[in-house]
């Protein structure tokens, strides 16, 4: 959104009116060195659930607010058929990163055939148990239980290696940008999964 600032300055000189304009623009755009990205943190959340999505405002690499939202909004950004800072060209970051269909388009008859891993999955690199599936559950038939951590609630120190090198530093922190699409295309790969769970300390 445009909003300009009109100063009219009027001057007699030898004796005619002349009248200068000075017209300064300002385009309501974050400051430079600020980006938005979507971004997932694997951590219990307000929401009740165990994956966040939101986006984020990061400023050289440091991240200085949040705002949640849900994952159907966080796919719609993502596939660049909803306006946000986060996505303002409107590409779809799924195919532009090589992360396969069903990760984000899980609903669809095809992907439920196929039960591949998909975006409501990643859990299983921080738990070793699904955390709405107690031992004492009775899991429904596409239900994943058993998770790809070391741990009951987070990952071995070289499982977090592992992760570190997709941006964050904890397991708490937000994985964004680049990094968060690299992560979901190595999250669909079968041997990416198994390094990563047997990966012990």
Not at 47 to 54: E, G, K, P, Q, V
Not at 94 to 120: P, R, W
């Amino acid at each position: 959104m445009f909003w300009r600032n009109i100063i009219l300055t009027t001057i007699f000189i030898f004796g005619q009116l002349t009248v200068f304009s000075t017209i300064n623009y300002s385009l309501n755009a974050p400051p430079n060195g600020v980006n938005y990205h979507l971004a997932i943190s694997i951590n219990p959340g307000h929401n009740n659930s165990y994956i966040n999505f939101a986006i984020i405002c990061e400023n050289n690499g440091k991240i200085i607010s949040t705002k949640f939202i849900t994952v159907a909004e966080f796919i719609r950004v993502g596939m660049g058929k909803q306006t946000s800072r986060a996505n303002e060209i409107g590409t779809n970051l799924f195919e532009k990163y090589g992360v396969k269909e069903c990760l984000y388009k899980y609903d669809s008859t095809d992907c439920k055939n196929k039960n591949g891993m998909n975006i409501h999955d990643l859990w299983t690199l921080r738990y070793n148990r699904n955390p709405n599936c107690p031992p004492n559950c009775f899991p429904t038939p596409t239900m994943i239980v058993e998770g790809y951590s070391q741990h009951k609630s987070h990952p071995s120190w070289p499982q977090l290696q592992i992760l570190q090198k997709y941006g964050i530093i904890y397991i708490n922190d937000f994985f964004y940008g680049e990094n968060l699409f690299k992560l979901f295309v190595d999250f669909q790969t079968n041997d990416w999964l198994s390094t990563y769970q047997n990966s012990t300390e």
